[in-house]
């Protein structure tokens, strides 16, 4: 793992100890680094009202705007399991609002990183900002 790399995965590890998630028991964390080299962080926030609940993606992309950011250079997202933690669908579409196509998607397990993908082939020939210019 490169240093940057390892620094996006101890900020989401920290944040996944964090998280919110008495009713699925399956904590998230999340750190991406934005275009300024700012790291941001989030986890998952589950309610009882089980819709209402907010996944680890959305409150690291909150952070990046409340702390002045707009652009995502990479994010990390981590959650335990054996299968990939990848974004679900509509965090994939999240991210897009804020990053390019090519922006790298981590994903790790507590044992390290597992996979890269780039957003652009989570989530093709998607419907962005773009599209309303
Ligand atoms: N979750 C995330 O926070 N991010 C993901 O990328 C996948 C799923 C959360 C939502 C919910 O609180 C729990 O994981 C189980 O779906």
């Keep these: 793992m490169t240093p940057e790399l ?22 998230v ?19 009882a009202a089980y819709p209402v609940g907010a996944c680890a993606e959305a409150g690291a992309i909150s952070a990046m705007l409340l702390a002045g ?17 990848t974004p679900c669908g509509a965090c994939r579409q999240r991210l897009r609002e804020f990053s390019a196509d090519t922006m790298m998607v981590h994903v ?14 989570l989530l093709p020939h998607s419907f962005g900002p773009d599209n309303l210019a």
């Design 69 to 85: 950011d707009r652009q995502i250079a990479e994010i990390l997202v981590i959650g335990d399991g054996p299968e990939l933690c």
């Design 6 to 27: 390892k620094i996006l995965f101890d900020r989401a590890r920290d944040a996944q100890a964090k998280a919110y998630a008495p009713y699925s028991r399956f904590q």
């Design 29 to 47: 964390g999340a750190a991406l680094r934005a275009a300024s080299g700012a790291v941001h962080a989030g986890c998952n926030v589950e309610n």
């Design 108 to 121: 790790a397990g507590p044992e390290g990183l597992r996979r890269s993908f780039s957003l652009g082939s």
